[in-house]
């Protein structure tokens, strides 16, 4: 989105836009083996300074053919138009995530990703966030009074509190308000153990081994998915004794039929409930953590969410009711998903022979979309590297185009998450945002940490300041 001089000038008068962190973009080719290396540190890190201008960026390693599509037009041929030949996920990604997700449809495709995609879409859709909504101001208000009891210049680590914060959330609304409560920590313990022990770098897959070639999983990977299935199967017997929440997705996954009108059954329901509880927390930590991190390094920034926030009525904590007068809040989680979309690269293989910008793209070659090099190419947008909310402050700037901005992904496999977590995420902020400031820890440097998902860092060490206005 490209800004007019005068736009320029009128926000830089209001005081300056920082430059966050980015991974060192390499001026020179660099061989498989440093590629390599660079990848397992950090996946966005593998991307050249001339990668960034490029509309469609081919590699080839051995047998393997890699193309990545950083332009809107090429984004819409490949994930929109022609969907249905490039809709797998990589076996990078099938392998690593098949154990715990089983045919879970954020690992599927072809007929079975479309029945499970058509039960599990309008469980967490738009419609239903009027019965999300209380639990999420329920949960952050919880917080706040965790964060009163710490006291003033307490130090918090950022990414835990904001990734436990999100983990109660979808767990009280995936498992239901009492069950979510009881089994919390013990879903995201067995998560955490088995994320520790996967290599997402499937060096079988990058050499093109079929999917039957038996991918080596350690012993701890193995006690880790133990872990986490029977505690997944223990709450799903209690809910169907009765113990569970009606307005819990785990409800309307006993509801959902598929296409011949059955029921699905109990191992279909678990890798569902598996794939809400994954794909609905992390990202969504990951989001409100490098906000915190944002704001608290642009002072222009904070000065227009305080009084947005000290706008907001004083006797009760925001909810649903109030988004429509949070638009600068939701800006800001907006421009923070630009600079660090939580899921920095989309991974498909072709399932059949496809065209990109012209260029034949043959059946098991990898097509990926970097969302967090297309949201920083200069061609598109202004000041790319820079934290600008007001660039998606409806009042300022007209809308991104749909292809150019792709945190949630987008086509068929779009996040049907999105409003939830972007919900989630207003909420969150805007609640503690009015009642503290996060500061920095003196001498923490920040650095971006990608694999699955892009941190940043391992723990983000912030003081928490309670505000006067308050
Ligand atoms: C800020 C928060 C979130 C972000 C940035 C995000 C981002 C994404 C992205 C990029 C994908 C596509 C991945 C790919 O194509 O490789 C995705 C898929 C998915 N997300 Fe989200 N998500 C968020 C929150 C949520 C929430 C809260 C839920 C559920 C309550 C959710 C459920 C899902 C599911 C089920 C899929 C798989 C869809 C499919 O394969 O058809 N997400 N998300």
Known sequence: MQLSPEWHAAIEAEGESPVPPYPHRRTRPAGIVELIGIFRRNIVGTFSAAD??????????????????????????????????????????????????????????????????????????????????????????????????????????????????????????????????????????????????????????????????????????????????????????????????????????????????????????????????????????????????????????????????????????????DLPALRFTRAVIEETLRLYPPVPILGRQAVAEGVIGGTTVRRGALVLVCPFMLHRRPAIWSMPDHFVPERFDPRLAPRPAKYAYIPFAIGPRICPGMVFGLTEAVLALASLAREFELELAPGHEVAIQARLTLRPGARLPMRLRPRHAA
């Open 52 to 321: 960034y201008h490029n509309p469609l960026i081919h590699a080839r390693y051995g047998l393997l053919d890699v193309y990545t599509v950083n332009d809107p037009a090429l984004v819409q041929e490949a994930f929109q138009a022609q969907h249905a030949a490039f809709q797998a996920k990589t076996p990078q990604m099938r392998h690593a995530l098949r154990p715990l997700l089983g045919d879970g449809l954020f690992v599927s495709d072809g007929a079975l990703w479309a029945e499970r995609r058509a039960a599990v879409a309008p469980i967490v859709h738009a419609a239903r966030m009027p019965r999300f909504a209380p639990v999420m101001v329920e949960t952050i208000a919880e917080w706040a009074a965790h964060w009163r009891s710490l006291g003033p210049g307490a130090e918090i680590d950022a990414l835990a509190e904001m990734a436990e914060l999100t983990a109660e959330v979808i767990s009280r609304t995936v498992f239901g308000r009492r069950l979510g409560r009881r089994f919390t920590s013990e879903v995201v313990r067995g998560f955490a153990d088995y994320q520790a022990t996967v290599d997402q770098l499937d060096l079988l897959s990058l050499i093109r081994a079929p999917d039957w070639v038996p991918r080596p999983q350690g012993r701890a990977a193995r006690r880790a998915l133990g872990r986490v299935h029977r505690v997944i199967d223990t709450i799903l017997d209690l809910h169907a004794r009765g113990e569970g929440d009606a307005d819990a997705m785990i409800s309307q996954l006993f509801a959902a039929r598929d296409r011949a009108g059955r029921p699905f059954d109990r191992t279909a329901i678990r890798n569902e409930a598996i794939v809400l509880f994954m794909a609905g927390h992390e990202t969504t930590a990951n989001t409100l953590a490098w906000a915190w991190y944002l704001i608290s390094r642009a002072p222009r920034v904070r000065r227009k969410l305080d009084a947005e926030l000290d706008a907001l009525p004083r006797d009760r904590p925001p909810g649903l009711e």
